[in-house]
């Protein structure tokens, strides 16, 4: 497991949204109205070459253009882009992105699928990748609400992560009419390169989290998820529900995530 460039995933000082737009109720939109609203106190760079300024900030066409190497990038661009644009951030000194897209299990014209043309793009770079699909992330504590969530979070000691997107909205929605906090709040997605090893082992040293609450439907690296947990229980506690105790659930689960450990038997 390691928690190489997570800092840039989870402690940003500056985001660049790939895909951000004026379209309403587009991801794009919502994702710039969340970091805007939620008060992020980095640099925000939205990118599309169809506008000059987006909500307000100055627009950039493409991210060779941008004034700066942005910590972390949130992409909201159809699935046949994302692999272009990793590779790009990659070259601009980009070290997190989080994929929103979903429907990288197409395959390109080669017969790879475009998620594994992205983790080949992200992997000379050391960049790291949350999802793709996925809701995406929120870290109170620094204002960051890299999402396109309905709401924001107020800040507290629970770090959440979870793989289903219909989840993490029911616990948002939960959590703001019971007045419940959280350190970080992580939709995991298709977890193609960060899982919830990675996650585990950087919220445990992670000062600000008190305990960790795990939804899983599916584990990719079960060795690397027992090793992490035990490290991470030493220092805090750890609650992991795990989805998928009947056949069609873990069929559910293995169909959202491509994961083979689905079966709770596993």
């Known amino acids: 497991m390691t928690i190489r460039n997570l800092d840039a995933l989870f402690r940003p000082t500056s985001v660049a949204v790939i895909g951000a737009s004026e379209r309403p109720q587009s991801i794009g939109a919502l994702v710039m109205r969340n970091m805007l609203s939620d008060g992020f106190r980095g640099d925000i760079a939205p990118v599309n070459p169809k506008h000059e300024t987006i909500q307000g900030l100055k627009a950039y066409r493409d991210v060779s253009s941008l004034p700066f190497t942005p910590d972390l990038a949130v992409i909201c661009t159809p699935a046949p882009t994302v692999p272009g ?6 070259r601009k000194g980009t070290r997190a992105a989080i ?29 790291r990748i949350l999802g793709p699909n996925c809701l995406g992330l929120l870290v109170p504590g620094i204002k960051l609400n890299a999402s396109f969530a309905p709401s924001g979070i107020p800040g507290g000691r629970i770090a959440f992560a979870a793989q289903s997107g219909a989840m993490c909205t029911a616990v948002l929605d939960w959590a703001l009419e019971e007045g419940i906090g959280f350190s970080h709040f992580i939709s995991m997605g298709n977890i193609a390169d960060v899982d919830f090893g990675d996650v585990m082992d950087y919220l445990a040293a992670d000062a600000e989290t008190g305990s960790i609450l795990l939804y899983i439907e599916s584990i990719t690296s079960p060795r690397k998820f027992m090793s992490a947990a035990r490290a991470a229980s030493r220092a805090k506690p750890i609650i992991a529900i795990k989805a998928g105790r009947a056949a069609e659930a873990a069929k559910a689960a293995h169909s959202h995530t491509g994961a083979l450990a689905g079966w709770d038997a596993v």
């Open 99 to 127: 994929v929103l897209s979903a429907g990288l299990e197409a395959k390109d014209a080669d017969g790879t699928t475009l998620q594994q043309a992205m983790l080949d793009a992200a992997r000379p770079h050391l960049l």
């Open 85 to 90: 644009l990793i590779a790009d951030l990659g």
